[in-house]
């Protein structure tokens, strides 16, 4: 285990009072999602007293990071992010205030427990993940922690270590759920200083689901038929709006209050998508690497099993 010492605020080297109002904010998950946000907040924030930024990470890309930065490349331009602190050794990280969660599903139990020594009994832990019931899966493991929720609209991937790309102008981010409002006021706040487009929702179970309902059919169409996002609108329409509705149903039977427009809406935002992207899974699929299919298509499949939906298009 590794780590770059570059703290400020809450532990000062010179010995001197301690900031207790810093907010110290660890990205676990430094690939597009929490390298782009993550990125914000450090480019913000780095060495700063208001925030300490820290990057959990490891390997080629932490490596990269500490010598480089992350580089961010948009259609605005290119800039570099350097975080307070890289590392991957829970000791070195100490206690958080906030550990945001942007791992693969397929990642979270290990990366939670792995990183169990910075969660303190203030510290709130908020899952930006794809799919749905990641919240329930962290207090299952940490039932006193302040789970929150969220979910977030970008496209980006790490493009290699120490590089994040994002592919489209939406880059939003929503969350809520925790029982320390003021602490999610803080945390929007630093999001809104950073430049993000951030809001603090007042059912972030649904606005999860809505983001669900938009990835899910997406990502299982896209890897089945090996396809990007306008392939889909060209060539499987009609596929891709049965599997939105299909999922709409199972929600619905979960209890999620849907608006009632919510798949015309939802097939609307497939079709404003960047016709060239594809979905992360099916990019995994293509690396041959681990996927995330039983998170946003096996859960379907069982989820309405569990509620007597049919579902055969997702079958």
Known sequence: ??????????????????????????????????GYFGGQLARTFAGSDEAEIIFIARGANAGAIRANGLLIKTSQGEAVARPDLVSDDPAAIGVVDLLVVATKAFDLEQSVGTYAAVIGPETAILPLLNGVGHAETIRGRFPDADVWNGCVFIVTRLESPGTVWVGSDMRVFQFGGGADRVKMTRFLERLKSAGVD?????????????????????????????????GLIR?????????????????????????????????????????????????DFMKGGRNELETLTGYVVREAAKVGIAVPTYD
């Not at 649904?206 to 990835?215: A, G, H, L, N, Q």
């Not at 060539?235 to 999620?256: C, S, T």
Request: glycine content about 8%; charged content about 25%.
């Open 1 to 34: 285990m590794s780590s770059e010492q570059v703290r400020t605020g809450s532990e000062p080297p010179d010995g001197g009072t301690p900031n207790f109002m810093q907010f110290r904010i660890a990205i676990l998950g430094i690939g597009g999602v929490g």
């Open 235 to 283: 060539d499987h329409r009609d596929e891709l709006r049965r599997m939105i509705a299909e999922v709409v149903a199972v929600g619905r039977a979960k209890g999620v209050a849907f608006a009632d427009d919510i798949i015309d809406a939802t097939l609307a935002k497939l079709e404003k998508a960047p016709p060239d992207s594809t979905s992360s899974m099916h990019s």
């Open 198 to 230: 951030a809001y603090l929702s007042d059912d972030i179970e649904r606005t999860v689901w809505e983001k669900y309902v938009f990835i899910s059919p997406l990502a299982s169409l896209t890897s089945y038929h090996d396809t990007t996002n306008g």
